[in-house]
Each structure stands twice: as C-alpha cells, then as structure tokens.
C-alpha cells in the first residue's frame, strides 16, 4: 500500500510540474510585440508613429505626428536637427528584446549636429555592413528605446534590411513593443 501511495505522490508531483512548466512557457511565449515587414526606404524618407503602428505620409510628416524617420541605413528621431516633436531614443547593446521589460530612466538623446540618437555606420549603430558582398546585417543584441512624441516608451530590433528577407535592400523588417518606463 505505502507503494502504490509514493508511487501516486511522484505523479502527482511530476503533474504539476509539468502542468506549471507549459503555464511558465505559455506565458514568455505569448508577450506581445508587433510586426513590421518590408518597410520601403529605398527612395524616399519612411516616417513612422509608434501609436498608430503605421507610416505617416504628407503634411504629418513636418509636426509632431511622427517618431522615427527612415532613409536606407539611417534613423532619425523627431526632436532637435530631425524634427519638430521631442522623441528621444538609445541605442542598447548586448541587450535581449524580451527581456527588456522597462524603459531606461536616463540616457535618451535627441538628434543634434554633432550626434544622433541611433548612431549611424558599421558597428556604430543597428548594422555591420560587410565590404565583401557590400550586405547590411543587424547586430544581434542592439534594441533601440524609443521615448516617443506622446510620452510612450517602445523597444524595437531591426531584424532584415531585405526586402522578402533576401531582397533588393533598404526595407525594414522590425519588431516593437511598449513598454513602462523604470521608476
């Protein structure tokens, strides 16, 4: 009997381990982020706004509804020389999207003459670029924080610079998501 009791002890256990386990990976595997594939930059500047997870043409694009600009390898934030908004950023390195859970207190810049908010060139910024087969590859680990125009923090990794995934260059593939900023 003291058998079959042990026995029924160790399955349960392993039950609710199991159980509790696929709940601990239900949860990291369903955080929320959005998507954007194939952003074109080739030929013209590509502003984006956050809040409305779009790219903002015409008249929007000289005030305050925008975060980003993008123009092939360069992202500007709408603040100082780049725009008429007060979007700041920076540019992590080594760092993991999903374990970014809260914005930085501190280190947000703007654009000015001097320097950018998202640095620009190899190994500077987002991307290495490879001489040999003139490709632009972003760096794993490299997650820009956005404070936006609204006050909202995003996350956001540049994932391909092709369109496709393996096409002409200068379309954006990246993922975002909101996040609270540190206290």
């Known amino acids: 009997m003291k058998k079959n009791k042990c026995y029924r002890n160790v399955f349960v256990l392993t039950l609710t381990i199991l159980l509790y386990g696929s709940h601990i990976m239900a949860q990291t595997s369903t955080r929320t982020f959005k998507m954007v594939n194939d952003l074109d930059a080739v030929k013209q500047k590509i502003y984006f706004n956050f809040d409305k997870g779009q790219k903002v043409e015409g008249a929007d694009t000289t005030g305050k509804d925008w975060d980003l600009v993008f123009a092939r390898?360069?992202?500007?934030?709408?603040?100082?020389i780049s725009g008429k908004g007060n979007t700041t950023a920076q540019l992590l390195k080594d760092a993991s999207f999903d374990k970014i859970l809260?914005?930085?207190?501190n280190g947000y810049l703007e654009d000015s003459?001097?320097?950018?908010?998202?640095?620009?060139?190899?190994?500077n910024g987002w991307y290495t670029y490879d001489m040999t087969n003139h490709s632009i590859t972003p760096i794993p680990g490299r997650i820009i924080i956005v404070h936006t125009s609204s006050g909202k923090y995003v996350k956001v990794e540049i994932l391909n610079y092709y369109k496709n995934g393996d096409g002409d260059p200068g379309y954006y593939t990246f993922k975002y998501a909101f996040i609270e900023p540190e206290n």
């Open 73 to 80: 390898t360069v992202i500007l934030v709408n603040s100082g």
């Open 102 to 105: 809260k914005a930085p207190a």
């Open 113 to 123: 003459q001097k320097t950018k908010a998202i640095p620009w060139g190899s190994n």
